[in-house]
């Protein structure tokens, strides 16, 4: 990979099913990164047009403390989608609470961990399912039986159409479930601190995400080894700039 601050918007759908058959470890690492990479960074550049509109209303709120109508409904659907309380709260502070949902994560943590849960894609859930990431569902109809289920658990790891989806999925999750509060917290403070997201400290803030005692030293030690801190401020290339 060159490590050109921008990366082409060339999107694959699924993984090669020969990504197994790579016997260099760094080339299927090589290849892994340049077919998750720019999935990332388009979720990742989604979030922040959302985070940018939500700042936008926020700071509005601060100076005219009025809003349109329209500016209202998409605060207040969007307050319901995160599970954030809008009864008896005042706008800024539902604006303030979702700033703390929506952000990025941080390139290369996801690209971590969807190396961690996927093999570097080469798990079976990856290549029948999409799931880079291994998430739980226990939804019948969009999953995989785990092999090694410990007796009496039920879940199944879930599947997806195409590798976006799951990517989505994931940061859906990290930003949304209670499990990750402390993660969303540590973040905010980089934001209100005006630092930039350190990935090997908000690392360490997601212990709840596997049942490994030591999950966040091993994320830690991919995104040390593989040097994935370089992926972090990547940017897509405009559409009209590639021809």
Do not use: C
């Not at 798990?123 to 999409?130: C, D, Q, Y």
């Not at 630092?195 to 908000?202: A, E, H, R, V």
């Amino acid at each position: 990979i060159s490590f050109t601050k921008e990366v082409p918007g060339f999107f694959v759908e699924k993984l090669p099913k020969d990504i197994s058959f790579i016997k260099e470890t760094e080339i299927r690492k090589k290849v892994f990164i340049s077919i998750v990479l720019p999935l990332v960074v388009e979720t990742n550049r989604n979030i922040a047009l959302k985070r940018s509109r939500l700042e936008k209303i926020h700071n509005k709120l601060q100076t005219s403390k009025t809003l349109t109508l329209s500016e209202h409904n998409w605060l207040v659907n969007l307050a319901v989608k995160y599970s954030i309380q809008t009864k008896h709260v005042h706008k800024i502070q539902i604006a303030k609470n979702l700033l703390k949902h929506i952000d990025i994560i941080p390139n290369s943590i996801a690209i971590a961990q969807a190396a961690k849960e996927s093999g570097w894609g080469t798990s079976r859930f990856a290549k029948e399912g999409n799931a880079l990431f291994g998430q739980w569902t226990y939804d019948d109809s969009n999953g995989l039986l785990p092999a090694k289920r410990t007796k009496g658990d039920d879940h199944l790891v879930k599947s997806f159409d195409n590798l976006r989806e799951s990517v989505v999925s994931y940061m859906n999750n990290i930003n949304s479930h209670k499990a990750y509060d402390s993660f969303r917290e540590l973040r905010s403070e980089f934001r209100n601190r005006k630092k930039p997201l350190d990935s090997l400290i908000l690392v360490q803030e997601l212990s709840p995400y596997a049942e490994l005692p030591n999950y966040t030293q091993i994320l830690h030690l991919i995104i040390k080894k593989n040097k994935l801190y370089m992926f972090d401020d990547i940017k897509l290339v405009d559409k009209d700039s590639l021809v």
